[in-house]
């Protein structure tokens, strides 16, 4: 850029160029030296600390502050805060991510552009080093003090067992790959979701930090300092982020993780500063006319970002086709509209709520998702307005410590000094310090600690054994013998005692302990481990699982997986292979089967182009051979099987929000359909019965959805295990004795 532009563009958003001191006096606005000379050593006493806090000798990379910019930061993340507590009228508040994103590209760029504009380069590695000095305290914090405690307390087996590496990526900045790596569909954002997932988000703006700076100091030095040139290379960036996710047909979880995709909205605001660099604070030098199309821009898009977020949910379709950049242009005009603080949007964004939240921004978005999903069922029973306001509450409070004492210090470069402390933290930092090292300690152990919650995962989407339960010694090849009958007696438990309609029958004992295998979805995966545990205190069997999770019994083709289409896993054929050569090793007396989620969900089958589900005769003839298949191989061995039939579902009622009339598995019909085939396919094979789970669920006291047996709407829990299967484990032995006894 010539001397002269640069110039007349040094001090962005600066009303006129300093003088040798870097003063810049509002008095050389006015006309008549005399005024000038009398005001500007009052001026310059009582408004330097404003206009100028610094000199540039000392941070030429200075910018001014906007307070309506702390509204907008305020207000995103309010959003988000709602959207995240369940609050089902703001579906769309997750976009608060997005104008984070585009607000942080226009910010960053307009400090780059400020010094490189002042000093005619840019200081990378210092920008490096106040961008961590800024983000990595809070989110240490954040990942030691909140996260780690909240996972050792209430995380499940798949949890605990990710959380050093979902740690590790998150300090790293690198969540957001690691989450498209490990297939977390963003579908299931609110289904047993890491206590560190918000960190994607994060970790898309630290990798624009790391690699945009090298990026504008080629465009700022190929240019050389040209404006033109500059906005030119941001928008080819612009639109190779926008077109790569059509172009290489990104899957939804990757167009919204993805660093690539989501880029285009920070680059937006890129665009924006390159647009504002060297215009007034105050209403960017517009005259009347400007300030008024601006204030009505401004308004309009406020109202458009309201509307949005009341009535986008997650998975639209305009969402991954685009639209997130033209949402951006939005926050940019938004943004805009910010630096006149008498329009409607800077009134509004300027006002101290916003600006007081918007300050503790980045604590409150860090804090918040662990402490909404420790409070979020099945860890507790609140209401979803009690769990906005508790979680909010301490949200807040964390976030405004951790701005006081953590973030601001080291942003600083000072630390508190100890009467700057209330007096409750006067006794030092050091316990502070190995309290959290404790719990960091502690977290870790339990992460690592094989326990029950290792068998009760449904999340980890893998094949999951376990063969300690089978009894130990040769199996008998004699038939069993049946010894006299005994009524069930109910063990101690903390769950509620089965008093349903339903009473368990009397059980007759084998003449040595029986071996079952389970085999199924994470529906059999949970209900084995009440099972086994009552057929151990009966001293009846031994029940081992041999669980795919995430697989019904249909092969190939595509399925919905919550709301998003994919295709069925290969390994969803695992029964057919796998599970022959398992009960050749293990020779079980008893096969269970339980398994129906997946089978319910709308299906597309190989070679067919039309979406199915069950009712429709193409399908449930394809799932009734299926089905038969699955029978013959459970009892390839000899084996008796017992298949349990399906209650109704509620998916989604443990999410965040609730959405259990969001899919189509949830309807009654399905299930029932399902149930009905299973027992056409035992009406011709003797060796096989149908325990009709689903008749006790329906009367059950608590209903079929009672949260003390299924807090999740789909899976018992250890506690709802423990009951159910003091009338399972009976039903199952029956229908044994009912195959065995009549040859």
Not at 706 to 717: A, E
Request: hydrophobic share 45%; with cysteine.
């Amino acid at each position: 850029m010539p001397t002269a532009s640069r110039e007349r563009s040094r001090g962005l958003l600066f009303e006129d160029p300093p003088d040798a001191t870097g003063w810049r006096s509002p008095a050389r606005h006015w006309r008549g030296r005399p005024v000038e000379r009398v005001l500007d050593p009052v001026l310059r006493r009582h408004t330097d600390h404003v206009l100028h806090p610094r000199p540039p000798a000392v941070q030429p990379h200075l910018l001014p502050h906007v307070g309506a910019l702390d509204g907008i930061r305020g207000l995103a993340v309010l959003g988000v805060v709602v959207f995240h507590a369940g609050v089902t009228w703001l579906p769309g508040g997750f976009l608060g991510v997005s104008t984070f994103f585009t607000l942080s590209g226009f910010l960053i760029t307009s400090l780059l552009l400020t010094e490189e504009l002042r000093t005619g380069t840019i200081d990378l590695p210092r920008f490096w080093a106040h961008r961590i000095r800024r983000l990595l305290p809070a989110a240490l914090l954040a990942v030691v003090l909140a996260a780690v405690a909240v996972a050792a307390l209430a995380g499940t087996g798949a949890q605990l067992r990710d959380f050093r590496g979902d740690g590790l990526a998150a300090l790293g900045y690198v969540a957001n790959w690691r989450f498209i790596a490990a297939e977390r569909s963003y579908a299931e954002l609110f289904d047993a979701p890491s206590p560190l997932l918000h960190f994607w988000s994060l970790a898309i703006e630290e990798q624009f930090y790391l690699l945009f700076p090298p990026l504008a100091l080629l465009l700022a030095k190929v240019g050389r300092g040209s404006r033109r040139v500059f906005a030119g290379g941001l928008v080819a960036l612009l639109a190779s982020s926008s077109a790569l996710p059509r172009l290489l047909d990104f899957g939804a979880d990757r167009h919204y993780y993805g660093t690539d995709a989501r880029a285009a909205e920070l680059l937006v605001g890129a665009l924006l500063a390159v647009a504002l660099v060297g215009r007034p604070v105050r209403n960017l030098g517009l005259g009347r006319a400007g300030r008024l199309v601006l204030g009505v821009a401004g308004v309009t898009a406020l109202a458009a970002m309201a509307v949005t977020w009341t009535r986008t949910d997650q998975l639209d379709a305009w969402v991954s086709a685009g639209g997130l950049a033209l949402y951006a242009l939005g926050s940019a005009t938004l943004i805009a509209a910010a630096f006149d603080p008498d329009s409607p949007v800077g009134v509004l964004l300027g006002s101290w709520p916003l600006r007081a939240l918007g300050r503790i921004s980045y604590g409150v978005y860090l804090f918040h998702w662990p402490i909404f999903w420790l409070l979020a069922p099945p860890h507790t029973a609140l209401s979803t307005p009690a769990r906005l306001v508790v979680g909010t509450a301490v949200t807040l409070v964390l976030a405004t410590l951790s701005a006081r004492y953590v973030e601001e210090p080291i942003r600083r470069g000072r630390w508190p000094r100890r009467n700057d402390l209330p007096r409750p933290a006067r006794l030092g930092l050091a316990p502070l310090a190995v309290a959290t090292v404790a719990v960091a300690v502690l977290a870790v152990g339990l992460a690592e600690r094989p326990d029950e919650r290792e068998v009760l995962d449904a999340a980890s989407g893998t094949l999951v054994v376990d063969e300690r339960a089978l009894p130990a010694g040769p199996v008998d090849a004699s038939p069993v013998v049946p010894l006299p009958a005994t009524t069930a007696t109910s063990t101690t438990t903390t769950a509620p005692a089965p008093t349903g309609p339903l009473p368990a029958k009397a059980v007759r004992w084998p003449s040595r302990p029986l071996r079952l295998v389970m085999i199924g979805d994470s529906t059999a995966l949970y209900l084995n481990v009440g099972l086994n545990g009552w057929g151990e205190r009966q001293g009846v069997f031994g029940s081992a699982n041999y669980a795919r999770i995430g697989c019904g019994f249909g092969r190939g083709g595509e399925r919905v997986n919550h709301r998003v289409p994919e295709p069925v896993p290969e390994e969803c054929g695992w029964w057919s292979w796998d599970v022959p050569q398992y009960l050749r090793r293990t020779l079980p007396d008893v096969v269970v089967v339980a398994s129906g989620l997946w089978d319910a969900t709308d299906r597309r089958l190989d070679g067919d182009g039309t979406w199915r589900a069950p009712g429709d005769p193409v399908y449930d003839t394809f799932l009734l051979e299926e089905y038969a298949r699955v029978a013959d191989a459970a009892h390839a061995t000899g084996a008796v099987v017992v298949w349990l039939d399906n209650p109704p579902v509620a998916l989604g009622a443990d999410h965040l929000p609730p959405a259990t009339d969001d899919f189509a598995v949830n309807d009654p019909a399905r299930m029932a359909r399902l149930d009905a085939l299973v027992a056409e396919v035992a009406a011709t094979r003797p060796w096989m019965r149908v325990v009709a789970l689903s008749d006790w669920f329906e009367a059950w006291p608590g209903g079929v959805f009672d949260p003390t047996l299924r807090p999740d709407g789909v899976h018992v829990d250890e506690a709802g295990g423990t009951v159910v299967a003091e009338w399972l484990g009976p039903e199952i032995l029956d229908a044994y004795w009912q195959v065995t006894t009549t040859g």
